[in-house]
């Protein structure tokens, strides 16, 4: 029992105004339970639990007020009724949430605490901001951040110094006050978790200095992880302060603070008592966790070895000027709130007032997006292009994906725009066994009846999407994936004004396709057309696809629902990353080396002239991509033209029947598999040709790409492409099989194709938005 949630409690208990609040405490372990039972014995509106036990999750789930300074576990979800205060737990000095490099897999379920939260308490307009800014919470927290300081530092303020020590010498009988004054020692633990004893050694070294070198008691407060390693060594006996001693109260006792990175120090400074800061590895950890001030702003001397440390200490360095400017300025600055006041102030609010103020960060529109697993594919392409042309001064945007993801995801998730807020899906689908039965029943047959409708089980959805997004409020939903029931039924369950589901291919084409001898698509998408009229608009990538979708999906009758939303391109990105050559070795004028892959054994190259006819494809290496008929195709014209050079861009499980295809035909110094480029537009840049073999297509991405870069086309004639060539007028079009796009080929290599026109892509992008920005109209 400490912190804040320990201030509020010791107010309650104390104010007979709220004699028939029951308190309820969750323990770490029964020992711990046991004690503060002992402890607590005399109250009978307290109790204590053991946290994930029965009895914990019966109160956790009945509870009116929630209390936390940290967060609880995946499983939780408040209830609507529910009202949880998170106090947190300090003034951050290190780096906390997104600050942290590679951190976003890390915080999910401390964002997803936040989002649940009513209030949020902050000390500060410094932590108010980190907040905002590391955990995504400006634009979509809906609860009340109250920057009014931390209740804790009202025990530090106004508990008195002698019940403080009397604690303390009831609990550690060995601790000796044979001086006047007091030193707290407070260092944060970064030991080796593995093997902490050499830390642990330093540690004892350190106090022993302290102690026989200045004229202070000394008192160490040890960070809970190493608490039970330091307890049991006899050789602490003396100065360590317990566990079960809240570190606020303790403060009390203290003339002078030593500590590092602890935020301990910001509460301290409402006790106006010196602080020197003990930072033997400062550049190491500040390299490595990073600080938000710097050592030179803190107020009080730094010193990096126990030497200089006493030294400090006994010249009572820390009263030079500029330390005490600096200490004015930090009180003024981070615990102006504090005045031994916040808890009284807070139960006003919370009990004497229980209306909850909503924070109206800005009038955007709020748009929620499921980004689908974020693969090398088309559908990741489009959106990654979307989130770039966004007006992020009209719309606040937030996409979530399971949090079970690989590198390549998490490359993808790196490049997604800096405004868009990422939420990621952690644990499973919390339901009833009636729940899940009813869900795995509807999601292999669809809805296709009135038994269907009845046993979808929409609560469960509901309380699944509330325990991901809390209290957070979207007044659009969007499937761009539009591959999975599960994820459009947990959108469906949202109260937003509109939801939208993307198609971005011949969907019923998909249903049916067959890749490795089956069908990938045919539960999940014969579920999931079902549940389309739930729906308000179901958004084709491209107007054939809408025709074709539209006239193969009648039967479900919301012809009125189908709208077209071209896919976006993100032209600064083709323009610049197309003139970088950070994957290009220059040998000589003509000849230069693509480096096409960079592995832990080793980095791929191949050879590239210049003066070759160098023709480029691009798609995931899947049936329907045509890049069988391809490799036949550049076979066919292969020796009358031996300059010519296929290579074909993308990743997929077609690789080895391709590969198996092009050492068949002899091609292998004439026809390579890149493999997926994270900068493909400076290598199409390169090309003389660019094929599209599809023998279907959504809208034909790849083919929109090559022309923003000024690139002769062919393509396979299809509905799409016929669209997007008007009929010829921008590029070749062929049949879709092998013997008419090896004509194709060979007009381009013979140099006898017409002059094709200029594609607008700039008008092209400019209607894709407009498309786009219309659906919120």
Known sequence: MSDSPYAIFKYLINNSKYNNFIHVWACESNEIRKYYKRKYRHLENVKFVVIHGDEYLKELSQCKYLINNSS?????????????????????????????????????????????????LTQNRHTTNVFEKSFQ???LYTGEIIEDG????????NTPYKNVKKELLKTNKKIKFKKHKNLLFAPTYRGDFMNPSDDIDELLKNVKALENNTEYNILLKVHPFIYQDVAEDKRFNNYLIPDTMDPNEVLCLADLLVTDYSSIFFDFLVTNKPIIFFTSDYEKYKHERGLYIDVESLPGPTTTNIEDLIKTINNS????????DLYKYFKNQYVSHDDGQVTKRLIDRLFSNNKKVLNNINNKERLLIYAGGLMNNGITSSLLNLLENIDYNKFEVTIFMQRRVNKIALDNLNRVNKNVKILLRSGGFFATMSENYRNNYVRNRGIISNKEEKLYPEKAYKREFRRLFGNSKFDYVIDFSGYSMFWSNLLLATTSKKKFVYLHSDMVEDLVKVVGNIRPHIINLKSLMSIYPKFDKLINVSENIHKINKKKLKYLKIDEKFV?????????????????????????????????????TGIEIINFNTNNFNIFASGRLSPEKGFDNLIEAFSYIANDYPNAMLYILGEGKERTALESLIHGYGLSERVYLLGHQSNPFSLINKADLFVLSSHYEGQGLVLLEAMALGKNVLSTELEVTREILENGKYGMLKNDD?????EGMEIFLKRENPNYAKYDIQKYNSLALSQFNNLFN
């Open 564 to 600: 077209t939303v071209n896919n976006l391109l993100d032209l600064n990105r083709i323009h610049n990353d197309s003139l970088k050559e950070d994957n290009i070795i220059q040998t000589n004028e003509d000849n230069i080396q693509l480096i096409v892959g960079n592995s832990p």
């Open 137 to 139: 919470l400006k634009g």
């Open 738 to 742: 092998a013997n008419s796009l090896s």
């Open 317 to 324: 360095l820390y009263n030079e000027q500029k330390y005490l």
């Open 150 to 157: 931390y209740p804790r530092t009202d025990l530090t303020i």
């Open 72 to 120: 609880f576990s995946i499983y939780f979800c408040s209830k609507p009724e529910q009202i949880y205060i998170n106090t947190w737990h300090g003034t951050p000095l290190k780096h906390l949430g997104l600050d942290l490099d590679n951190s976003l897999l890390a915080i999910q379920n401390l964002t997803r605490n936040f989002l649940h939260t009513s209030y949020l």
